[in-house]
Every structure is written in structure tokens, then in C-alpha cells.
């Protein structure tokens, strides 16, 4: 046997996050259009409404749109966190890949979400605790480790946030028919302290170009991605038994380049972040197709390259959408949600990854157990 999968279907969670109205568009007199009704269900309210039109009265002046979690400016980090990912760390520690990504136009909170602040600290960090926490929990013959690399996505050239001076890297596939970036580094052995500090300083290499739209908008994708490596002590022998992968994203605004008014390199980067997003969006649709047998082009761009395998079905993926609450806002909102719901017709299969040859037939029964009850639990 060269490895065992065990298939099953589990959901692509989407979830909505509405960030708390900005001084700046109070300021300019906004008002808030953008609202939560339950934990589910998110309003937009149409504020262009033209009040001598004579056809309002036959259209619908809200929208409403469910997801599997919604958030609004009273959630905490915390809450976020707990709702969204949290749920993905047992699985990690027992092999299944797993994906967050933050999506939505900038300034909409997805930085905010994913690394946070010092004091309010994302979910990169949040994460990375319990992953931690959790591995000690684990027993003793089972050995982990944790391995981490930072790089950002910027003109469909990839460069690695925590040694920006090496380049660009290429990816490649591997052996196992995994992609692989090239002469990225690897921090191992993390302490969960040091992960802030890591991050705080990767993210300041970020590439952040200032357009018409906004003081400064982030152009790039940043991903985290987590290896989880795990041996089994055997008669004193260790073997490598699983490697899992998360993925942790931060990506580029979603906005239209044709709204910044975008000349000249501006332009061209504007073309590349919607070639990368455009990739995606044409990735979620063909994966939410119903019958399922869509073609899906995961080489169109880095991060379907990237991310093939989460898309694809083997990760267990959460979605965080973002919006702003404000009138001036409505059409990327619209926008936003409309994405979002897209995603949510996203059914994927995961597979747990075991690279161990001879792993004993007993173990192989404690595992077929536990898919068991996590098939019941579902
Ligand atoms: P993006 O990464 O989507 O461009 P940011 O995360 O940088 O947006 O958020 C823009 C601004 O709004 C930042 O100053 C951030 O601190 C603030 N912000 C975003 N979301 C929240 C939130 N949920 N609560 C408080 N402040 C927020
Ligand atoms: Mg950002």
C-alpha cells in the first residue's frame, strides 16, 4: 500500500464578517446599510434608491443572504476565531489539510481578521496557540512538528515575507504531486510568542501601493502556510506518518480595478490581483457547479496553482468575507456578498494524508473508528 484515503464530504464554511463604521466614513456623513439580522443572516440595503421612481414599489430595497456564520462590528476576535477556524485544528493533528482565507475590497477588515493587532491579536496567532496547546496534549508516541513560511503573492510573483531579499520563488510540484515553493523559508520549532512578532515584521514587507481610491491598498495575497508533520514512535524507530497542511490567507483587495481609476503600472498590477482573484472566482464557480464535473483551471494563476489542493477537495476550507457596513460602500458589498454566496455551493471531499507504508493493521482499524464517528458527527 503506498497511502490510504478515506473519503468523505464535509462543507466549504462561509462566513460574513461586518466590520464597525471607520471614522473616516462617518465623516463623510455614511450611513450604515449593512446589517446582521441573526448569527446567519446578513441585510443590504439599497441606499441609491431613487424616491420618485415609480417602479420602486415593485422592487425589493434589501437583499438578504444567509451564510454559515455572520459577524458584525460587535464580535470579537475571539468570537471570530472560535466560529471559523478553531474547529480545524483536530483535524490538522490528525492529517487533514485545512484552508482560511479573508476575502473582500480593502479596507474591509481581512488584515484586521488574519493577523490583528497587538492587542487584539487574528487568527494566524489565535490559531497557531492552540496548535500548539493541542500537540502537547497529544500522546507521547506520536511526535509533531510544526514548520511555518510567510510569502506573499504581488504580480503573480511570489516572495517570502520573512526574507524578502531572496526574490522571487517558483513553485513546483513535488513527488507526492504537491506544490512546493522553492527555496522558501521554514521556521520550525515556533514558540507561540514569537509567532506576532514574526508576522508583525513579514507583514511590513508586504507590498502596499497607495491608489485613487484608497490611502493604501494591498495588492498583494499573503499566505501563511503551516506544516504539521507528524512520526509515530515505533520500537524506538520514529516513522513519518502524516503531513498536513494549513494554509492561512490574507488576500488582495477585491475591488475593481476600473474603480481605483488605475493608470499605467497601477493598471497592470490591478490586472494581475484580478487574474489571481478571477482565477479563484472561476475555481468557486466551477467547484459549486451542481453536478459537479465542471473542468476546474487551477493553473490560470499562483494562487489556484497554490491552493489547488484545498479547492480541489482535500482541505477543509473556511471562507471569511468581508464588507463595510457603509452606504458609500454598496457596490463592492453587493459584490462581496454575491461572491460569498457563491462559495457557499462548495462541497468538497477531503482525504486524511497517511505516508506511512507499514503502519500497523491496528492502527489502521482505530483510524477507519474515528472517520466513523466523524462521518456520524457531520
Ligand atoms: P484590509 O486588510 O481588508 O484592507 P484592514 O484589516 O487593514 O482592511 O482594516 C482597515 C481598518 O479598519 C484598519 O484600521 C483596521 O484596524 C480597522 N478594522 C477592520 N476591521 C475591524 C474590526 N472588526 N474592528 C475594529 N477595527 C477594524
Ligand atoms: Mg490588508
Known sequence: IQSMHYFFFIVFQVALRIRPLSDAELEEGATIIAHKVDDQMVVLMDPMEDPDDILRAHRSREKT??????????????????STTKGLIEGLISGYNATVFAYGPTGCGKTYTMLGTDREPGIYVRTLNDLFKAIEE????????????????????????????SGFLDLREDSKGEIQVTGITEVSTINAREVMELLMKGNKQRTQEPTAANQTSSRSHAVLQVGVRQQSRCRDILQE????????????????????????????????????????????????????????????????RLLKDS???????VMIAHISPASLAFEDSR?????????????????????????????????ISDLRSEIQRL
Open 65 to 82: 443572504y444567509m451564510f454559515d456564520v455572520a459577524f458584525d462590528y460587535s464580535a470579537t476576535q475571539d468570537e471570530v476565531y472560535r
Open 138 to 165: 497529544t500522546s507521547d508516541d506520536m511526535q509533531y512538528s510544526v514548520s511555518m513560511s510567510y510569502l506573499e503573492i504581488y504580480n503573480e510573483m511570489i516572495r517570502d515575507l520573512l526574507n524578502p531579499s
Open 241 to 304: 506518518v502524516r503531513f498536513a497542511r494549513l494554509f492561512m490567507i490574507d488576500l488582495a483587495g477585491s475591488e475593481r480595478a476600473s474603480q481605483t481609476q488605475n493608470r499605467g503600472q497601477r493598471l497592470k498590477e490591478g490586472a494581475h490581483i484580478n487574474r489571481s482573484l478571477l482565477a479563484l472566482g472561476n475555481c468557486i464557480n466551477a467547484l459549486s457547479e451542481k453536478n459537479g464535473n465542471k473542468y476546474v483551471n487551477y493553473r490560470d494563476s499562483k494562487l489556484t
Open 311 to 317: 479547492l480541489g477537495g482535500n482541505s477543509r476550507t
Open 335 to 367: 459584490n462581496t456578498l454575491t461572491y460569498a454566496d457563491r462559495a457557499k455551493s462548495i462541497r468538497t471531499r477531503v482525504k486524511r494524508n497517511l505516508l506511512n507504508v507499514s503502519y500497523h493493521v491496528a492502527q489502521y482499524t482505530s483510524i
